[in-house]
Structure formats: C-alpha cells, structure tokens
C-alpha cells in the first residue's frame, strides 16, 4: 500500500491533482453553511514580535505572502537549473518558448485591458491573465500519456517557466507598494553575506535560508513585495560545492513535495474560495472576470500560437520533433490555465471581497475552459509518423 502510495505521488499528474481537490474543497467551503467560518479563519491576525517591534497579518496574507515565498524560492532554483544546465541553457532551445511566452503574456494583457480600460481601479489587474500555472499544465500533459510527444513537453515546460519568470518582473516592476529605502539598503546586508557565502564555496545551504528569511523580512516592510525574496535567495545557492555535490539539487528535491502538496493546495485552498451564491451569467460577462477569462483563453491561445506561427515560417525556428500545428495550438490552449500565479497577482491588485471573487470567477473559468480544450485538442490530434514509431518502440521495449 505504501509503495502504491508513493508511486502515485511521483506521478507527473499528482501535484495538478491535488491542486484540482484543494480548489473543489475551496468552493466547496465559500458555497457552503462554513461559507462564514472560512472567511473568519482566513482572516485570523498571526503575529509574531519581539519587544514592540513584528509582523501582524491575517492568516491569508502569512500564506500569499510567506509561504508564496517559499513556492518562488523553488521557482527560483528551478530557473537557475535550467540555464545554467538545462533547456534554458542553450540559445537555439529557447528561441521558439520564448517568443511563445512573450507573446502569450502581452496578447492576454491586451485584451484584458481594451475590456478594462473605461474602469481605472481594474486596469492595474492587466497582469492576472497572463501566467501559465506549470503544475497544472503539466498534469494534463501527463494524463494525455504518449499523446503528447516528448519535445512538445519540453515546450511546454520551457514556456511555463519562462512565464513564470516573466511574473516574477512584472510583480517587481508593477507591483511594488509605497517603497522604503532604508530597509531596501538594509536588505543588501544579507544579498552580501550569501554572495560571499556563494563565491567563497561555502556548501551548507541552512545558513543561506536563514539568511534568506532575514531578507524576507526586509523586503516585506521595504514595500517591494516579499515574495522575490525566496527567487533571490535561489540564486545565491550553489549549483555545486566543493565535493562535487549539488546543494541547488538537494534543496530543489527536498522542497518539491512540500511546495506542490502542501503549499500550492494551501494557496488554492485559502484564494480559489469563489461564493456562487446569487451569480448568473451577466456576472461572468462584467468587465472585469471577462477580461481575465478572453485573456486567458483567447489571448493565450493567439499569443503562444500566433508568435509560434510566425517563428516557424518565418524560418527562424522549427516546430518541436514529431509534432503537428494542432498539437502545437493544444499546447498553446493550456498555456491559458493561469490558476495559481493568475489568483496570486489578482490578490497583489484587488483587496476588496467582491472584487477578488470576480477576479476568482474569472481565473477559475478562463483556465477550466483552457484546460478542456488542451486536453481534448490534444487526445484526438493525429499523430505524425514519426511518434507512432516512438510508441511502438516504447510498448516494445519491456517485452524484449
């Protein structure tokens, strides 16, 4: 039973699933006679002081913006991995992803905001449509087997975290609260101590994290919001040490079930919470849970399929190995399930309730009908000669 278990959580779909239980839960709860309980508990004050001086946010906030933390620190030396070792490294692997992913967030955020535009205090929400959620897309990917081939996933995978790393500047350029200098200068304090630790081959990662949590704090009560500080502190641990190991690998493996069992759920858990009470269909089509579904089904879908498109034929690049257009714009489809980095920025720009429900609405809705039409593009696509024989070849493999 115990070996069952633990194969099903090294499946490639687990993480997308638990993501998928802990949001039902999460509508389930909003929706339900604890709708009331669950909205008290998320905004439980957790303090933590020493003398007069700490920290005291709701518990929701200790999530979005604590644990998050812990989520970019993983984002964080998943980057690093990739281009100092892996797709990320070599120029001509990026080429075709990257203008993928470009064009997959500026298309969303164009038509979020010709939807938007007439209404100031929603335009700063042009971001949310934009992200790719990598756990989720991967685990649709994983359900669809062979159907998929193995370079198409590579795509997939490179263009997940080129978004993500898209985010992650547009949370530092456009998501930055009133900033106060002298906690930034004081957080160069710790970005100093790691940097010497790092370049002077230091292999215990333990004092750099503590570090890191040392500029977590800082960057929190600088106004740059805390998060980044888990993405800089994973490029201060090193690839390898000086006994040829690999610290960035070890603590990467270590984080990995936390993050995509406990952490992620948690975030859906405490932010997918969308109350239906009293929602018809005109509330969809307001402007603002609109803006951020178009985005991410359309938008995702002509920016990561129409810059691909225009790539390939321009000569620039080649379609991935053993694929077709169509798997290709299957691909591009769940590129449009933004969930849980779209729900994440949602909460840096919109505080009111009413107002987070509707960006819920939309984020639910657009990545639901993104993720269908992914899955479905990508079950019935042909598969070209050359992935049938990689399958044969599979299936043939044990028997020999």
């Given amino acids: 039973m115990l070996s069952r278990i633990e194969k099903l959580f090294q499946h490639e ?3 997308g699933i638990v993501l998928m239980i802990a949001t039902a839960l999460a509508l389930g709860l909003a929706n339900s006679s604890y709708a009331d309980l669950y909205t008290q508990v998320l905004h439980l004050k957790f303090t933590i002081a020493l003398g007069d001086t700490g920290l005291s946010k709701p518990l929701i906030l200790w999530i979005n913006d604590g644990l998050m933390a812990i989520f970019f620190l993983l984002v964080g030396l998943e980057l690093k991995h990739e ?3 892996g ?7 990026v080429a075709l992803p990257g203008v993928a992913a470009l064009g997959g967030m500026a298309v969303p955020a164009l038509i979020y905001l010709a939807l938007n535009w007439s209404d100031p205090a929603h335009v700063s929400g042009w971001a949310i449509p ?4 990598i756990a989720f897309a991967i685990g649709v990917v994983a359900l669809l087997g062979k159907r998929v081939p193995p370079a198409l996933k590579l795509f997939l995978l490179t263009l997940a975290i ?3 790393l898209g985010a992650i500047i547009v949370i530092a350029l456009f998501y930055t609260a009133e900033l106060k200098p002298i906690y930034l200068a004081l957080a160069l304090i710790p970005m100093a101590l790691m940097a010497l630790r790092l370049f002077t081959g230091a292999h215990r990662v333990a004092p750099t994290l503590i570090l890191g949590a040392v500029l977590w704090v800082l960057v929190l009560k600088s106004g740059v919001h805390a998060t980044l500080a888990g993405v800089i502190t994973a490029f201060f641990i090193p690839l390898k040490d000086r006994y040829g190991k690999s610290p960035l690998h070890s603590l990467e493996h270590a984080l990995n079930p936390y993050v995509m069992f406990m952490i992620v759920p948690l975030f859906a858990l405490a932010n997918a919470g969308v109350s239906l009470q009293g929602i018809g269909l005109g509330d969809l089509l307001a402007p603002l849970p609109l803006g951020i579904a178009a985005g991410l089904v359309i938008g995702k879908q002509l ?5 691909s498109y225009a790539l390939v034929k321009s000569g620039v690049a080649r379609l991935p190995a053993a694929t077709t257009w169509l798997q290709l714009y299957g691909i591009a489809s769940l590129a449009g399930i933004g969930f849980t980095m ?7 720009n919109f505080e009111e309730d009413a107002q987070m429900n509707a960006v819920r ?6 990545s639901l009908i993104s993720a269908l039409i992914g899955f479905f593009v990508l079950r019935f696509a042909p598969l070209t000669k050359e992935a049938k024989e990689e399958i044969a070849e599979a299936q043939a493999q044990p028997a020999q």
């Fill in 13 to 15: 779909a687990a993480g």
């Fill in 303 to 307: 920016g990561v399929f129409g810059a």
């Fill in 130 to 133: 934009t992200a790719t959620d």
């Fill in 87 to 93: 797709a990320l490294r070599t120029p001509s692997n």
């Fill in 361 to 366: 609405l939309g984020v639910l809705a657009g």
């Fill in 342 to 348: 779209s729900l994440f920025i949602g909460s840096l």
């Fill in 83 to 85: 281009i100092r070792q």
């Fill in 162 to 164: 080129l978004d993500d």
